[in-house]
């Protein structure tokens, strides 16, 4: 039935959007790290074996394997797998669109943050956009390339819920806003300006704080494209077709070759649907079918 699965899987990703916004957003103890860490346990306990260390520039340099999925984006897809994939189908992963990057800071605090509403403090997520004429007018700034005084943004304490994430009496967050792709301007000043809005005395608290631009983002992970960290642009065309218009989307025109990266329906987002589905592409193609993944039928490529 993949004839049915993208639309499904789009259709996931847009259920998954909203009802985000309609129950408590989960924090994982200990860090976001203990997330991966139970799934490469649970892919050992399957006789799965996983690699890390190694960059990956050709195909060739990968072990013989059935399949290949590609957890990466469509251009590392066409630059590894070279003249495995058709010429046609190289240019049309070029012309996929990542979209806005991100600006991040990090901070370490003396104490909670200071919001002026103290029921923000029960949130691990805060969304800090002042009105929605304020919120709509950054994100249009954004998508004409230019940089808004008074930034949308995500801001992160999770160890306001999470006392493992901070020494005691001391606190960590974190907060971004979306910038133009491949902007490496500052924007820590505007940042912080926007939540000491809603903050008074925030400043007072940072103890510490480290950022990252768009470049920085994609030095530590060349899947984020231009800083663009959702796996690319998902507005009403290329949510459902991405990475390119295909029946079954994770599969290329080599029956070896996969992706299953967030460039695949049904986008960014701590859901797994794109791997699941493209792990069902990728089994079928095996001539398993209705099979759980077990980890010896395929090979992921690392990111490189």
Request: hydrophobic share 35%; proline share 8%.
């Amino acid at each position: 039935m993949l004839p049915l699965t993208w639309p499904l899987s789009a259709a996931i990703g847009v259920l998954f959007a909203i009802t985000a916004h309609v129950a408590d957003w989960p924090v994982a103890k200990g860090g976001s790290r203990a997330i991966p860490g139970a799934l490469s346990s649970y892919f050992r306990s399957l006789g799965g074996r996983i690699e890390t260390g190694r960059r990956i520039e050709r195909l060739g340099q990968l072990p013989d394997a059935r399949v290949v999925l590609f957890d990466t984006s469509p251009e590392q897809l066409a630059r590894i797998a070279g003249e495995a994939l058709p010429a046609g189908y190289r240019r049309r992963l070029a012309r996929y669109r990542y979209g806005p990057g991100v600006f991040k800071v990090d901070w370490a605090l003396d104490g909670p943050i200071p919001w002026r509403d103290p029921t923000c403090r029960e949130a691990s997520t805060v969304h800090v956009g002042g009105t929605l004429e304020e919120l709509c007018a950054s994100e249009s700034d954004m998508y004409h390339g230019r940089l808004s005084e008074r930034p949308f943004l995500i801001l992160c304490q999770q160890s306001e819920v999470d006392p493992t994430r901070a020494p005691e009496g001391r606190h960590t967050g974190y907060a971004y806003c979306h910038v133009p792709h491949g902007s490496t301007v500052d924007r820590s000043d505007a940042i912080e300006r926007q939540i000491e809005r809603f903050a008074p005395g925030f400043r007072d608290r940072i103890l510490a704080r480290h950022a990252m631009n768009t470049a920085d983002f994609e030095r530590y992970n060349p899947n984020y494209r231009g800083g663009a960290i959702t796996g690319g642009v998902a507005d009403a065309l290329q949510l459902w077709n991405r990475p390119v218009t295909r029946l079954d989307p994770y599969s290329t025109p080599n029956p070896r070759l996969f992706i299953c990266s967030a460039a695949t329906p049904p986008g960014g987002g701590v859901h797994g649907q794109c791997g699941y589905w493209a792990a069902r592409s990728a089994l079928k193609r095996l001539g398993i079918a209705d099979a759980q993944p077990s980890g010896r039928e395929s090979v992921t490529v690392p990111v490189t």
